[in-house]
């Protein structure tokens, strides 16, 4: 008799998400500027056309890694923010988390090391794309707490992009007066640089 796990099929992984776990992997063992399009596509199982067909090129696959990396780590925060209920404490474990979980990143860590012409341009002089994504982010981390009254930015895109560039400083700065590899330093520089900036002011609220 068949038992009822039998029965039950995993859902076949999408095309879409094979080519990002490959892309991850082929990035982090090879680095960026010596990963192709067929590269990926080997790794993945898929043929090249495939790969164009459900993503793009090389730069689109980059793009597909960084946000499904970003929502690996919105879900890992949600985790870790499961039983806090106390809005400033939340704020300062949200940020040292971002910080740690990017700082601690394989790939990151990769292309900081061995292709730092790389990845710098992107942080940096290039960076708009990146600030974007990181200010959104973090304007989606702190949203919930402009609704509970705990901060209150005039506008919370700039407030969230203030916070962003702070972050993105720690990450690529690492020493200083704040140790970006020390989580308790990290959560402390936002307890005392990031709340006050973002503590309840007269004026109208832009959620």
Avoid: C, W
């Avoid at 696959?61 to 499961?82: H, N, P, S």
């Avoid at 020493?175 to 308790?184: E, M």
């Amino acid at each position: 008799m068949t038992g009822s796990a039998d029965l039950i099929q995993e859902r076949p992984i999408e095309p879409t998400d094979r080519i990002a776990k490959a892309a991850l992997a082929q990035f982090t063992d090879f680095g960026i500027r010596r990963t192709s399009v067929e590269d990926i596509a080997a790794r993945a199982g898929l043929s090249r056309v495939t790969v164009y067909r459900n993503v793009g090129s090389r730069d689109e696959v980059i793009r597909l890694v960084l946000r499904t990396e970003a929502q690996r780590a919105m879900r890992e925060l949600d985790q870790e923010l499961t039983d806090e209920t106390d809005p400033e404490a939340t704020l300062e474990i949200g940020f040292a988390f971002l910080v740690r979980f990017i700082r601690e990143h394989p790939l990151f860590d990769r292309l900081l090391k061995t292709e730092p012409e790389t990845l710098l341009p992107s942080v940096t002089v290039e960076g708009g794309p990146f600030l974007d994504f990181y200010r959104e982010l973090i304007a989606d981390s702190l949203r919930p707490l402009v609704r509970a009254g705990s901060i209150a930015p005039v506008d919370l895109e700039r407030a969230a992009e203030g916070v962003a560039r702070l972050a993105i400083s720690l990450i690529l700065t690492p020493s200083g007066l704040v140790d970006a590899d020390d989580p308790d330093a990290v959560a402390a520089f936002a307890r005392d640089t990031l709340l006050p900036m973002l503590k309840p002011q007269s004026g109208d609220r832009r959620v």
